[in-house]
T-cell receptor, first 111, second 112 residues
Framework: EDQVTQSPEALRLQEGESSSLNCSYTVSGLRGLFWYRQDPGKGPEFLFT?????EEKEKERLKATLTKKESFLHITAPKPEDSATYLCAVQSWGYGNKLVFGAGTILRVKS | DGGITQSPKYLFRKEGQNVTLSCEQNLNHDAMYWYRQDPGQGLRLIYYSQIVNDFQKGDIAEGYSVSREKKESFPLTVTSAQKNPTAFYLC???????????FGSGTQLSVL
């Protein structure tokens, strides 16, 4: 059974204080790993898809990386508007193409 | 603008009552999904549909029903058999079943 564990559950940063969020996964065969951002009371918004170990993608202050067992979402010099819940999800070849989500990391950035 | 519209934003259910959550998309996507989100848990798949007039159960389908009569619409009914319906419900769509999901803004369902 595919599993996704995100850590930490919550993270508080000062504005400009860089850090990383972790997504550890267990899948029979990884088809893709997805990162989403979710603001309170709203639906998740797509950020990145990673397909193979060693792959990296960037968007503004966010950079996602992938290894065979985990993915990191690096946040460089965060701003208060980066505050949100960040969700990780995996899609495996052997699970009918369905996504399995982690519980998310709640990020708060203080000015 | 293209997107997914969920309604209502808030919904209250009385005991023994069935309620229906609406989901409409104008993205011309073939695949549509319903997820349930509870505090501290990951999103869990209720039902999904890859094509009109066809749908499959997800991981937590008991107490729920869906229909897909039109490509644009995928309503979810929470039946009285669902004993713990309080949650945030999210509808999503994708061009094909293995591509990234686009989500609606969600419906918060509570029990009176």
């Amino acid at each position: 059974e595919d599993q996704v564990t995100q850590s930490p559950e919550a993270l508080r940063l000062q504005e400009g204080e860089s850090s990383s969020l972790n997504c550890s996964y267990t899948v029979s065969g990884l088809r893709g790993l997805f990162w989403y951002r979710q603001d309170p009371g709203k639906g998740p918004e797509f950020l990145f898809t990673l397909y193979s170990a060693g792959e990296e993608k960037e968007k503004e202050r966010l950079k996602a990386t992938l290894t065979k067992k985990e993915s990191f979402l690096h946040i460089t010099a965060p701003k208060p508007e980066d505050s949100a819940t960040y969700l990780c999800a995996v899609q495996s070849w052997g699970y009918g193409n369905k996504l399995v989500f982690g519980a998310g990391t709640i990020l708060r950035v203080k000015s | 603008d293209g997107g997914i519209t969920q309604s209502p934003k808030y919904l209250f259910r009385k005991e023994g009552q069935n309620v229906t959550l609406s989901c409409e998309q104008n993205l011309n996507h073939d695949a549509m999904y319903w997820y349930r989100q509870d505090p501290g848990q990951g999103l869990r798949l209720i039902y999904y549909s890859q094509i009109v007039n066809d749908f499959q159960k997800g991981d937590i389908a008991e107490g729920y029903s869906v229909s897909r009569e039109k490509k644009e619409s995928f309503p979810l009914t929470v039946t009285s058999a669902q004993k713990n319906p309080t949650a945030f419900y999210l509808c999503a769509s994708s061009r094909e079943v293995d591509e990234k999901l686009f989500f609606g803004s969600g419906t918060q369902l509570s029990v009176l």
